[in-house]
């Protein structure tokens, strides 16, 4: 793997500023191109003095196909994550063109320029949004797909894109097939260790953890808890949390197992990246006052439209085809989190 370039789209995010060092760590060439518009510059910087490595980074947009043409060009990476995109389900209902641009047409974009520069390994941010109604809330990635927002669609779309240009390479053999790995994110949250990286979202967050994180640190007054009446063991919604340094580490076995034999004629196939366990929101709660002595201030609100009840990864294919599972706990989670937090309570400013 020495010196194998690694491609990542959306780099300076969230994730990706995380993915970003779990490969430099890994001993592989990094390459970021990401459009800015939902980071900053300097989790990249930072990314480099976790690593005390370098990258190298386009300020580009995906959508852009002969700025993509020269990157590969220039850069010719073997692999390409592909975390670029746009995540807010409420804005996706408000504005769905964008995301079907962005997300749908960005991924027809890099992918047309990943075929013509004969790079054909590509692991991609799905996301638990994908399934449908089931009824289990554990979910294994035979379940069917339904996914209920323009976000979410977009994910499937692009899953359903990517399945039929590996399934195209059956009727087309070629020296060349697609080796994808569709990763299904169930809930990421944390931080790096160092509390040098972490979740900056733009104004007030949707999700659960940086919202309990801003609450316990003075910048939100309380948190709505979205139900007590939904029927899990304490009334409120129960999801799959899992650290993003686990969530990364899954992407550094994916990439490793499409080099291997196993996709040696190449293949489609989606994983579920999550824990196997959920938390409901009062745990969540309980365990942030426990990690960090902070009490935080809550109110139970109506039930937020569209939220299921109870969700969970059934983790298994990962094990058993990436060999992955997390390591890290709850604890660990809120722990890293509020280091992030109390470290940088501006984010990256
Ligand atoms: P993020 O917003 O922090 O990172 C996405 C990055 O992509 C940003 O840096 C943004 O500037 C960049 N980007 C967006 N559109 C682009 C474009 N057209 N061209 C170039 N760069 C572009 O989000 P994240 O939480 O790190 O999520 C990464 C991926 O994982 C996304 O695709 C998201 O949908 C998916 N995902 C996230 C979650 C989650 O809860 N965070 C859950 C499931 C799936
Ligand atoms: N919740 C609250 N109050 C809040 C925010 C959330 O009670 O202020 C509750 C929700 O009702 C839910 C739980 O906390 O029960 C988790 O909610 P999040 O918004 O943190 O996460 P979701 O499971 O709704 O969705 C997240 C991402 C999606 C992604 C999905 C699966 O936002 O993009 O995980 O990966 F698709």
């Known amino acids: 793997m020495k010196n194998k370039t690694v491609l990542v789209t959306g780099g300076a995010g969230y994730i990706g500023s995380h993915a970003c060092v779990e490969l430099l760590q890994a001993g592989y060439k990094v390459v970021v191109v990401d459009n800015l518009s939902n980071s900053k510059p300097e989790s990249l910087s930072r990314v480099q003095q976790i690593t005390g490595k370098t990258l190298t980074f386009y300020q580009a947009d995906i959508r852009d196909k002969p700025a993509l043409t020269e990157i590969f060009a220039k850069e010719s990476p073997s692999a390409v994550i592909h975390f670029a995109g746009l995540k807010a389900v409420g804005e996706s209902c408000a504005q769905p063109f964008l995301y079907y641009h962005n997300n749908v047409y960005g991924t027809l974009v890099l992918t047309e320029v990943m075929n013509n520069a004969n790079v054909k390994q590509l692991i991609f941010s799905s996301s638990a949004t994908v399934y449908g109604e089931s009824s289990s809330p554990q979910y294994s990635e035979d379940f069917p797909l339904g996914a209920i927002n323009p976000y979410g669609r977009s994910k499937a779309m692009i899953e359903d894109i990517l399945r039929d240009l ?17 990763l299904r994110y169930f ?3 944390g931080a790096h260790e160092s509390g040098m990286i972490g979740e900056d979202p733009n104004g007030i967050p949707n999700n659960l953890m940086p919202y309990v994180a801003q609450v316990a640190i003075g910048k939100l ?44 004629t190449g293949g489609c196939n989606a994983y579920n990246l999550g824990a196997g366990r959920g938390y409901s929101v009062l ?7 426990k990690v960090t002595g902070k009490t935080i201030n809550y109110k139970i609100s109506p039930r937020r439209s569209g939220d299921l009840a109870e969700c969970f990864a059934n983790p298994e294919l990962a094990l058993k085809e990436l060999n992955w599972k997390v390591e890290k706990n709850l604890d660990d989670m809120v722990a890293d989190t509020w280091n992030w937090q109390t470290k940088n309570p501006q984010g990256y400013v």
């Open 166 to 182: 590996s399934a195209a390479d059956k009727l087309n053999p070629t020296e060349f097939p697609w080796k994808i790995a569709l």
């Open 221 to 264: 007054t309380q948190l709505s808890v979205f139900g007590d009446d939904y029927p899990t063991r304490d009334g409120t919604g129960i999801r799959d949390y899992i650290h993003v340094v686990d969530l990364v580490k899954g992407h550094i076995k994916a990439i490793a197992v499409l080099d291997s034999d196993k996709y040696a």
């Open 187 to 189: 809930n990421p949250i």
């Open 283 to 289: 745990e969540i709660i309980n365990a942030f006052e």
